[in-house]
């Protein structure tokens, strides 16, 4: 399924419960703009590479847009369409003053050089800079972006529009970053499955983890997880399945991804090795946190999921077919737009902190955003409890009935 499609599907689900009228929802599901520019680079050889780079603005009615910048070969418009909708109920599930947006270029960060990620993020920059900016777009890191991608973005923007750290988030600490943003995604993922796990009656040492992908947002909650006393049995990246049924030492495998290229995991040691798909359907497994692609979990591998719960720590991870199977099956689904939004509130935290020139502590940062994840949890469950239905469907209501609030109090002319 495309990914707009599995998007389209969950905004209408609750859009039934609202009484949406059908031109209210093609409004509401509708980019206020998409672009597509050329990227093309010179390579370090002399030769020449040409990308595509998109960046889709969804809605602004409660603020200026946000949203990560991904680089990866997949990236497209249907997908960053997909992914700049998420974005708006997401800012607006956590209560941000924010709207939606994505973008990305279809590239394999891993094809190119130091020098040539450089080169290609300030063309990027050079053809997108006038519509980004820090009351009007605010990008932050992504799929194959980091700390590098967004200081490189900063410094070409400002070359255009002068000095503004607030352009973007995820910045290196020392160049107007926040503390604690690193973190913040894996960490909101760990922090709303020690709430769900409460409510749902599961014991930490009694509830074993499987985590699917092992970069920014899986190594951060695998580590905030095991060092909450969960055993984590099971983790994978692009090179394999790492599998330990008594709980694998996740301090050593963080240890492994800083010492290997690209903080691959290959080369582990003192587990089993499977294939890299198998993660999903391991047997044992009480919560499942897919952490990498989106559309991994379909009809097709639904029904071999064992876990009692899932926490959509990816975007997108579940299509609404296998959503139906599973909720059917009993399996809790914490869905992307709650379970991952403690990357954009640490982003809000940043954007805050540099329009104020001033900087919170570390722990203030922790303070506030377990406050935020909590406060927005608390409304999502409550929600799904007294209408009985799920917390996907709970949560964009949330979203949705907030953005249609901004929407009518500004006015349509
Ligand atoms: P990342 O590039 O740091 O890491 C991705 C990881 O997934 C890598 O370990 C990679 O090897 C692995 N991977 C890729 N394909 C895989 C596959 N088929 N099977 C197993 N592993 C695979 O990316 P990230 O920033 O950690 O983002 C992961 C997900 O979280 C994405 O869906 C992203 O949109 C979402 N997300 C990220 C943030 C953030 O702050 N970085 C915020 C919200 C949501």
Redesign the pocket.
């Given at each position: 399924m495309r990914a707009f499609e599995a998007t389209r599907r969950y905004f209408h689900t609750a859009a039934e419960h609202l009484d949406l009228s059908p031109q209210a929802r093609e409004a509401m599901l509708m980019a206020s703009r998409e672009i597509r520019v050329q990227v093309s680079i010179e390579r370090d050889d002399g030769s020449l590479a040409t990308f595509v780079g998109f960046r889709v603005q969804h809605d602004n009615s409660r603020g200026p847009m946000k949203g990560?910048l991904?680089y990866?070969p997949e990236v497209n418009l249907d997908e960053t369409r997909s992914?700049a909708s998420l974005m708006t109920w997401k800012t607006a599930v956590v209560n941000l003053p924010y709207g939606g947006a994505k973008g990305g270029i279809g590239v394999d960060p891993r094809s190119l050089s130091t020098r040539e990620l450089e080169r290609l993020t300030r063309v990027f920059v050079d053809q997108i800079h006038d519509i980004v900016g820090p009351d009007t777009d605010i990008p932050?890191?992504?799929?194959?972006?980091?700390h590098r991608v967004m200081a490189w973005f900063r410094n070409q923007w400002e070359k255009y529009h002068g000095f503004n750290p607030a352009v973007i988030t995820?910045k290196p600490v020392e160049e107007y970053g926040a503390k604690g943003r690193e973190e913040?995604?894996?960490r909101g993922v760990g922090t709303l499955t020690v709430k769900l796990t409460k409510r749902l009656g599961m014991k930490p040492e009694a509830t074993s983890i499987a985590i699917?992908?092992?970069?920014?947002?899986?190594?951060h909650a695998a580590k905030f997880l095991s060092e909450a006393q969960f055993p984590v049995i099971a983790i994978?990246?692009?090179?394999g399945t790492y599998y330990r049924k008594e709980g694998l030492n996740i301090a050593a495998a963080l240890h492994h991804k800083l010492q290997h290229p690209?903080?691959?995991?290959e080369g582990f040691k003192e587990c089993d090795v499977l294939p890299?798909?198998a993660?999903l359907t391991l047997p044992n497994v009480d919560i499942l946190i897919p952490?990498?692609?989106?559309g991994?979990i379909t009809e097709k591998n639904a029904k071999k999921i064992s876990a009692r719960a899932i926490i959509e720590?990816?975007?997108?991870?579940v299509d609404p077919d296998a959503d139906k199977i599973l909720h059917d099956h009993g399996v809790t689904i914490l869905p992307?737009i709650l379970a991952?939004?403690?990357?954009?509130t640490v982003?809000y935290f940043e954007w805050v902190q540099n329009r104020q020139h001033y900087r919170w502590t570390l722990d203030r940062v922790r303070q506030e955003l377990d406050r935020t994840l909590s406060e927005a949890f608390e409304h999502v469950w409550q929600n799904a409890h007294e209408r009985d239905i799920s917390l996907r469907t709970a949560a964009y209501m949330i979203g949705i009935t907030r953005v249609r609030r901004a929407t009518e109090l500004a006015g349509l002319t």
């Open positions: 990560g991904r990866h992914l932050a890191p992504d799929m194959g972006t980091d995820g913040a995604t894996g699917q992908g092992f970069g920014n947002v899986g190594s994978s990246d692009i090179t690209y903080g691959l995991l890299t798909d993660l952490a990498a692609l989106g991994v720590a990816a975007n997108g991870p992307d991952n939004a403690g990357g954009v982003s």
